[in-house]
């Protein structure tokens, strides 16, 4: 059931999108040189590998200076990518990732490997969960670069207080998900992302 929703959910959001999706990427592309797409290496389910996909918002190798956003300003960010990100709508993209099965509409936000590394035993039940765009995690730490910004050592708080914290977030998500909570979680997120 979940799966044939997800199908059918990211069919009809990804037509109704497409003006959207040709207008931002005209943007994406006329604001900076690189790609309008961006595909990061996420860990997914039963820990296989796939690319996630997203508007670019950053400047060509912005990665090689590290993976974690730090702070709305971050210098590696482009113009356009500032708004993109502030409204959640560089994720857009993700809706491919749901069509062909990488990831769900709800489920935990698919961690970079090297931070999956550091996952307990425990925590890494959440990869035998199709990992999504949106969770409770993500709308309790919707502004998680302001965050890191005011952090000393962002990785380091990163590390070892919000992915903690997100991944028990999940654990609670796994124990409880429905089809009904899904929806709540999607209620939740689209309000969240027009309060911006």
Known sequence: MKRLFDILCSLILILLSSPLLLIMSILVGADSRGGVFYGQTRVGLNGILFKMWK?????P???TKGQL???????RITRVGYYLRKFKVDELPQLWNV???????VGPRPEVPKYVE???A?????LSIRPGITDEA???YFEENKLL???SHPEQTYIEEIMPAKLRLNLEYARKSSLAVDLVILFKTVVRMIRG
């Open 55 to 59: 508007f670019r918002t950053m400047h």
């Open 69 to 75: 956003t730090v702070g709305a300003r971050d210098p």
């Open 99 to 105: 069509f062909i099965g990488d990831m769900s509409l």
């Open 122 to 126: 425990e925590q890494r039940q959440v």
């Open 118 to 120: 550091y996952y307990t």
């Open 61 to 63: 190798n912005a990665e």
């Open 138 to 140: 993500s709308l309790k």
């Open 149 to 151: 910004a005011e952090s």
